[in-house]
């Protein structure tokens, strides 16, 4: 039977008492240093890898994955769970480590839902000690069809029965910026041709001293407001496949089920010079709901 996608800190914690998980950290490694969960290996490419999605592309994201989560200690078949500081501030990267280990073919994999904020907040124990572990044999079993590629993104511009979403923030999206690290980060700003804009922050609840994903009801309202229902085939995309990665994990939980995450997303989309991008002010009219 599959595993939660979100478990919380109390569920972690029993499951690390039964030794019956590998816990990843992907925040900064001086950070992991300080303090970390009992046992957990940091990752951080998890969260700073960049990839294209095209077939050598991915073709080298794999093999550089292969090897190190099996240096790591991770052979694929355990329960797997990934956290980072706070699903706010770190651009949701554990969600990009969900997205990355289903692709990659893992059945039993976890976000620690509110991450390690959460954790601190339970008042449960961490460490500074570093594990070792023994090396094992990744195996892969990819699940392309949670993938877009540009060519599948290409196609689908005049496809209305697919919805193009983008969730990076607003400076990205009406076109002043071009990346979260950057103004001038990417050649190109702007947006795909035809996409609807829900900002990722938006599916955690507001004012809440840890961010979690909002109830079910409320992700379907906002969703709705620019036209996803549960039956919308919806591809998402932001920078380099956090954000959205974040927003698909959001919308998988309520119920939406055909979801897929453009990974190589405007990092990619903007440096190819042949594809076509929409500039100056949107003609969708933000419809924020708080």
Sequence with gaps: MEVKPLINPEELAVLIEQKDVVVIDTRDPQEYLSSH?????????????????????????????AELLGNAGISGTEHLVIYEDAMDNGYGQSCRGYFLLKYFGCP???????????????????????????????????DSDIMVTTDQM??????????????????EWIGTSSSPYGVDFCPRKGRIPGAVWIEW??????????????????????????????????YIYCFKGSRAANTMLALKQAGIKDVRNYFGSWNEWSRDFSLPIETGEPKQQDSYIS
């Design 108 to 142: 039993n994999v976890s976000v620690l839902h509110g991450g390690y904020q959460a954790w601190l907040r339970a008042g449960l124990p961490t460490t500074k000690e570093t594990p070792t572990n023994q090396k094992k044999l990744f195996s892969m079993n990819i």
């Design 154 to 171: 290409l196609q689908a511009l005049d496809n209305p029965a697919i919805i193009k979403l983008d969730v990076r923030d607003r400076s």
């Design 37 to 65: 969960i009992k046992g957990a290996v940091n990752i951080r490419e998890i969260f700073t890898y960049l990839s294209n999605s095209t077939p050598s592309g991915l073709a080298s994201l794999e093999s550089h994955f």
């Design 201 to 234: 922050y938006r599916m955690m609840e507001a004012n809440s001293s840890i961010p979690m994903f909002r109830p079910k009801e409320e992700i379907l309202k906002i969703c709705d407001s620019v036209g996803i229902t549960p039956e919308s085939t919806v």
